[in-house]
């Protein structure tokens, strides 16, 4: 299978070129680009398991709890009882921690964040395979998918605030120990 990188890398560079300001997010397969570690799976597991708990919570402005909740509030809730993590409340805030993540780069867990009308940002949490969970203002607390041409057309960007899952480079083996006397 042929990389879409660089046939995305042109077409943002024509776009810019071109004078277009479209934060259209580029087509991808969301395909995990390397086999997810147990940390990542936890993750999943933990989101998937959040979600399903919020499922049907209706959307109230500003609200933080099962009567009602916002998209950053149920953000912030989520963050605090699966990872014992602290976030800002609002969405704008979530918008600026942790750090940038390119749409072909998403893992579960990123946030996700979108311009659905003028002066409003929307967010959300990614689980996997282009699927997010997040407080929708008409049906509450749903998962959605990111090829959706609605999400599609008002992504902003996303952003990774939890820390990274994989080692940073190949663990060395273990010294062999060798026992040179019997008397411990």
């Not at 277009?20 to 997010?25: I, N, V």
């Not at 800002?88 to 009308?117: H, M, N, Y």
């Amino acid at each position: 299978m042929l990389s879409r990188a660089p046939l995305i890398a042109v077409g943002v560079i024509v776009g810019v070129l071109a004078g277009c300001t479209s934060a259209r997010l580029p087509e991808t397969d969301f395909a995990e680009p390397l086999p997810r570690s147990w940390a990542e799976r936890y993750v999943e597991h933990a989101l998937q398991e959040a979600a399903a708990s919020w499922e049907g919570v209706p959307y109230v402005w500003g609200g933080t709890s099962r009567r009602g909740i916002d998209c950053s509030g149920f953000v912030q809730v989520v963050y605090r009882n699966a990872f014992a993590m602290s976030l800002p409340r609002t969405t704008e805030a979530q918008s600026r921690a942790g750090r940038a993540v390119a749409p072909a780069r998403l893992r579960s867990g990123d946030l996700l964040f979108f311009r659905p009308r003028r002066g409003r940002w929307h967010t959300g949490i990614y689980l996997t395979d282009g699927q997010f969970v997040h407080a929708s203002t008409s049906g509450g607390v749903v998962t959605a998918h990111l090829r959706s041409s609605y999400w599609r057309d008002r992504w902003s960007h996303a952003r990774r605030v939890l820390p990274s899952l994989r080692p940073a480079s190949k663990p060395s083996p273990a010294p062999s120990v060798r026992r040179t006397s019997t008397a411990w």
